[in-house]
């Protein structure tokens, strides 16, 4: 809908338009069944119901070598955790799925029919091998799946056309506009910032936060306490992550400037607008 609002009002003639890409937020999973329909809403890497998992994954199987593959931290944010949670906790539809998507994957398969992913999208499932750029045999074994039940691997400047007509009239497209795959947000943040140089850091915060730089080959930590993300197959995004972001302004609202709160409330404004004012004052 975006894209068709874009086109819209624009007022650009779709024969300009010269290709789309995409980005994505990381860690998401959905379980499709043999008919392609979802059995499960898009899980995000909000949702912390796999914690019990992850730590079973890290003590029992040695997850620290998983990590070590696949440089994405045993933490339940990740596919990798939450497949190993429903095959034990939601075990009808870990045996019903037949194949594990993430949220750009169930998209492109509705544009064009085929379940495809990125190298950057699929190195912060936990199943992705930063060596090799294929399913990390190790992972899917703890698993229990095969690579059929999940998507085709390709490079992030993969390029694809002839999306369904359908689609391509909904957002005023021509058909065969090619479509490049793209990566996933993280470390296309840095991308954005022109943050892509040696011993350039990016720190981005939002509903989460990260903090990130690019290396020419993958990196892990001992410990296990970063990440390191696919940007291109010269390229990766190494950093560490806080799972919340702007939310920290609400406890400080919340708990240290009721004074403030009371002031946005007299005059008839935001609270933050009263923060940032005395911020912009100091």
Same mark, same amino acid.
């Given at each position: 809908?975006?894209?068709?609002?874009?086109?819209?009002?624009?007022? !650009?003639?779709?024969?300009?338009?010269?290709?789309?890409?995409?980005?994505?937020?990381?860690?998401?999973?959905?379980?499709?069944?043999?008919?392609?329909?979802?059995?499960?809403?898009?899980?995000?890497?909000?949702?912390?119901?796999?914690?019990?998992? #992850?730590?079973?994954?890290?003590? !029992?199987?040695?997850?620290?070598?998983?990590?070590?593959?696949?440089?994405?931290?045993?933490?339940?944010?990740?596919?990798? #955790?939450?497949?190993?949670? &429903?095959?034990?906790?939601?075990?009808? !539809?870990?045996?019903?799925?037949?194949?594990?998507?993430?949220?750009?994957?169930?998209?492109?398969?509705?544009?064009?029919?085929?379940?495809?992913?990125?190298?950057? &999208?699929?190195? #912060?499932?936990? &199943?992705? =091998?930063?060596?090799?750029?294929?399913?990390?045999?190790?992972?899917?074994?703890?698993?229990?799946?095969?690579?059929?039940?999940?998507?085709?691997?390709?490079?992030?400047?993969?390029?694809?056309?002839?999306? *369904?007509?359908?689609?391509?009239?909904?957002?005023?497209?021509?058909?065969?506009?090619?479509?490049?795959?793209? #990566?996933?947000?993280?470390?296309?943040?840095?991308?954005? !910032? =022109?943050?892509?140089?040696?011993?350039?850091?990016?720190?981005?915060?939002?509903?989460?936060?990260?903090? /990130?730089?690019?290396? +020419? *080959?993958?990196?892990? +930590?001992? %410990?296990? /306490?970063?990440?390191?993300?696919?940007?291109?197959?010269?390229?990766?995004?190494?950093?560490?992550?806080? =799972? =919340?972001?702007?939310?920290?302004?609400?406890?400080?609202?919340?708990?240290?400037?009721?004074?403030?709160?009371?002031?946005? %409330? /007299?005059?008839?404004?935001?609270?933050?607008?009263?923060?940032?004012?005395?911020? *912009?004052?100091?």
């Amino acid at each position: 809908m975006t894209i068709k609002y874009i086109m819209r009002e624009s007022k !650009v003639n779709q024969d300009d338009i010269k290709f789309v890409s995409f980005s994505a937020q990381m860690h998401s999973l959905i379980a499709m069944d043999q008919q392609h329909q979802r059995l499960t809403n898009n899980i995000t890497w909000a949702d912390n119901r796999a914690a019990k998992y #992850a730590t079973v994954i890290n003590e !029992v199987h040695d997850g620290n070598a998983i990590y070590q593959r696949t440089g994405t931290p045993i933490h339940p944010m990740s596919p990798l #955790a939450k497949i190993f949670w &429903m095959k034990h906790e939601w075990q009808d !539809v870990f045996q019903r799925t037949a194949k594990f998507a993430d949220i750009k994957t169930y998209i492109f398969y509705h544009l064009f029919d085929r379940y495809i992913i990125d190298y950057s &999208m699929a190195s #912060a499932t936990g &199943m992705f =091998n930063l060596e090799t750029l294929d399913w990390d045999v190790g992972a899917l074994e703890l698993l229990g799946i095969s690579e059929e039940m999940l998507p085709e691997l390709v490079p992030t400047t993969y390029v694809m056309k002839g999306m *369904k007509e359908r689609y391509a009239t909904l957002m005023g497209l021509n058909e065969d506009t090619p479509f490049v795959i793209g #990566a996933s947000d993280g470390v296309l943040s840095n991308l954005g !910032v =022109n943050s892509v140089g040696k011993g350039e850091v990016a720190v981005t915060i939002g509903t989460s936060g990260a903090i /990130r730089t690019v290396i +020419d *080959k993958p990196r892990t +930590d001992y %410990k296990g /306490r970063i990440f390191c993300y696919v940007l291109t197959e010269d390229h990766y995004v190494i950093g560490g992550p806080v =799972n =919340n972001g702007g939310v920290v302004l609400r406890w400080l609202r919340d708990e240290l400037l009721a004074s403030e709160v009371e002031t946005a %409330k /007299r005059l008839g404004v935001d609270p933050y607008d009263v923060f940032n004012s005395n911020c *912009k004052a100091c």
